[in-house]
């Protein structure tokens, strides 16, 4: 997640109730049944008559139909172009899921959100109109190599390619050590926004707090300056 989508994120309508899904693999049955458990109505479709009885035997989707989503008129029929937002799960099929971006973006649908599954299929969906590309197998990838070389950052969010909000494990050499004594400011050009206590988070700790061995910290700041934290 980071701030380059907020655009997207922003003008999603907040009253909005209803998500088509298309494509029922993996990754469009994981964000219809999310969806569907959170209480939304979801309009799920796929090409394959047996991937769209199971999600309704199975209770993943409210609704479900058997439709090619590259017949602009198949989707037309179906009620798709009414959905403010549309998922096209379409991910290991590129021709369909350009095609099927294509169809539902040219149709005025406001909101696509379309799963990559390469850096050129990215672009490609880019082109065609897609509002917001996923491609949750490089993330995934990028978030494990992150995790494999920095086991001490817990979570981050990246506010932009150089600055980023990170929780991380109190190194020990901060130990013992006060807010003002640790001078972050100063010595990393980090701000301090939290300390975890007792497993909940202290905002905007007093100066005076002590840190902790074990226990986790969020400080914001640029990239370089993160790794400059002796974890
Ligand atoms: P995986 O399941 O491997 O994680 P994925 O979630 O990206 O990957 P895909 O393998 O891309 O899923 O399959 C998506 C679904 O899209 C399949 O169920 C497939 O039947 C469906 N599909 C493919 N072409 C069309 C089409 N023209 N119209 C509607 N559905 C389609």
Redesign the pocket.
């Known amino acids: 997640m980071n701030l380059s989508s907020l655009g997207f994120f922003r003008s999603l309508r907040k009253d909005n109730q209803q998500f088509a899904v298309?494509?029922?693999?993996?990754?469009?049955r994981s964000v219809c049944s999310t969806l569907h458990n959170f209480g939304y109505e979801v309009l799920a479709?796929?090409?394959?008559e047996k991937?769209v009885s199971e999600a309704l035997t199975e209770g993943i989707v409210g609704h479900a139909l058997q439709?090619?989503?590259?017949e602009p008129g198949a989707l037309k029929e179906a009620g798709i172009f009414e959905f403010d937002t549309v998922i096209v799960?379409?991910?290991?099929?590129v021709q369909?899921s350009i095609i099927?971006t294509l169809n539902v973006k040219e149709a005025g649908v406001p909101h696509v959100v379309a799963?990559a599954?390469s850096e050129v299929h990215r672009k490609l969906l880019r082109r065609v109109g897609a509002d917001h590309v996923v491609f949750p197998e490089y993330e995934a990838g990028c978030a494990l190599a992150r995790t494999l070389t920095k086991p001490a950052i817990l979570d981050r969010f990246d506010l932009d390619p150089d600055n980023s909000i990170v929780e991380v494990i109190v190194p020990d050499e901060f130990h013992g050590k006060t807010i003002t004594e640790l001078q972050l400011r100063n010595r990393y050009g980090l701000n301090l926004l939290a300390v975890s206590q007792d497993g909940k988070f202290q905002i905007n700790p007093d100066s005076t707090k002590r840190l902790e061995r074990g226990s986790a910290m969020v400080v914001i700041g640029c990239n370089k300056d993160i790794n400059r934290l002796p974890i």
Not at 22 to 28: A, E, K, P, T
Not at 45 to 48: E, K, L, M, R
Not at 89 to 93: L, S
């Open positions: 298309i494509g029922l693999g993996r990754f469009g479709t796929d090409i394959d991937r439709l090619d989503s590259t799960a379409i991910g290991n099929y369909e099927t799963k599954s």
